[in-house]
T-cell receptor, first 115, second 111 residues
Framework: SAVISQKPSRDICQRGTSLTIQCQVD?????MFWYRQQPGQSLTLIAT?????????ESGFVIDKFPISRPNLTFSTLTVSNMSPEDSSIYLC????????????FGPGTRLTVL | AQSVTQLGSHVSVSEGALVLLRCNYS??????LFWYVQYPNQGLQLLLK??????LVKGINGFEAEFKKSETSFHLTKPSAHMSDAAEYFC?????????FGAGTRLTVKP
């Protein structure tokens, strides 16, 4: 398994500002994922971030809005840019562990409220 | 692409009663199947997973799930509900490194 921490755990932000969320893992992992969970809904994958390459974004998500960094095998950041109230969600970091049958483990999430 | 359907967005049981949370999937290749639990204001915690081998999988906290290929199902059960089981439960299917989550089922446990 993997132990994942996220900072901040929650934040309240003003419209038009940006927030960077940090994800730290206690072991080296190849694949890291960022998800969004809107209120009362399931998880939607934003992007996959592999160390040493550009993040791969899912349909509906773009790098200008959600830039991602992956400087090493234990750390990643997701920035939510030019925020609007529609960005109010829980943002979850996840890592894949276990080779071909990769199990995904999740961080505690960052609860973002945009006013 | 694979998909997951969880039947019932809300399930309510009495303490000590059987818990049954339903999950059906579609996948063009043999899938890996997962159940996660999310307690209020927390991230997702892995309950159990099926990859290969025995189709009845036991997880943490007394939960188990059975992979039924003929029914494309992976229902989650627990013989006796506890108040601490109240949470949101997500079924997920993974194939070709692509993981998809169901909409979730909120379990309420009544005293």
């Amino acid at each position: 398994s993997a132990v994942i921490s996220q900072k901040p755990s929650r934040d309240i932000c003003q419209r038009g500002t940006s927030l960077t969320i940090q994800c730290q893992v206690d072991s080296q992992v190849t694949m890291m994922f960022w998800y969004r969970q809107q209120p009362g809904q399931s998880l939607t994958l934003i992007a996959t971030a592999n160390q040493g390459s550009e993040a791969t974004y899912e349909s509906g998500f773009v790098i200008d809005k959600f830039p991602i960094s992956r400087p090493n095998l234990t750390f990643s950041t997701l920035t939510v840019s030019n925020m609007s109230p529609e960005d109010s969600s829980i943002y979850l970091c996840s890592v894949g562990v276990g080779g071909p049958t990769d199990t995904q483990y999740f961080g505690p999430g960052t609860r973002l409220t945009v006013l | 692409a694979q998909s997951v359907t969880q039947l019932g967005s809300h399930v309510s049981v009495s303490e000590g009663a059987l818990v049954l949370l339903r999950c059906n999937y579609s996948s063009s290749v043999p899938p890996y199947l997962f159940w996660y639990v999310q307690y209020p204001n927390q991230g997702l915690q892995l309950l159990l997973k099926y990859t290969t081998g025995a189709t009845l999988v036991k997880g943490i906290n007394g939960f188990e799930a059975e992979f039924k290929k003929s029914e494309t199902s992976f229902h989650l059960t627990k013989p006796s509900a506890h108040m601490s089981d109240a949470a949101e439960y997500f079924c997920a299917v993974k194939s070709n490194n692509d993981m998809r989550f169901g909409a979730g089922t909120r379990l309420t446990v009544k005293p």
